[in-house]
Nanobody, 118 residues
Framework: QVQLVESGGGLVQAGESLRLSCAAS????????MGWWRQSPGKEREFVAA????????WYGDSVKGRFTIFRENAPNTVYLQMTSLKPEDTAVYFC???????????WGQGTQVTVSS
């Protein structure tokens, strides 16, 4: 069984940086795509960023372009989200996601809280 486990969340001040990590476990994990979404209280889940291992292509949500960077380093089953110039509106629970065979964005982690104080 594949599991996604996020880490790296915490409390930071506006303008600071934070790096999130997500590692997939399980022998059968082979998703080319991994990504990040976030959700804050009372709001819908919002797309943040995603990447493809096969061609190193990445794409971003409009609210984080130029501030966040997604990358997969050393192994296709690990994805990072480097967040810079954080704003209070970035406060949310951040979720890692991946595809499973025949099912798009069907694997989800438990989430990690990011809180940005003003």
């Amino acid at each position: 069984q594949v599991q996604l486990v996020e880490s790296g969340g915490g409390l930071v001040q506006a303008g600071e940086s934070l790096r999130l990590s997500c590692a997939a476990s399980g022998r059968t994990f082979s998703s080319d795509r991994m990504g990040w979404w976030r959700q804050s209280p009372g709001k819908e889940r919002e797309f943040v960023a995603a990447s493809r291992w096969s061609d190193d292509y990445a794409w971003y949500g409009d609210s984080v372009k130029g501030r966040f960077t997604i990358f997969r380093e050393n192994a296709p089953n690990t994805v990072y989200l480097q967040m810079t110039s954080l704003k209070p509106e970035d406060t949310a629970v951040y979720f890692c996601a991946a595809d499973s065979p025949g099912s798009t964005w069907s694997l989800w982690g438990q989430g990690t809280q990011v809180t940005v104080s003003s």
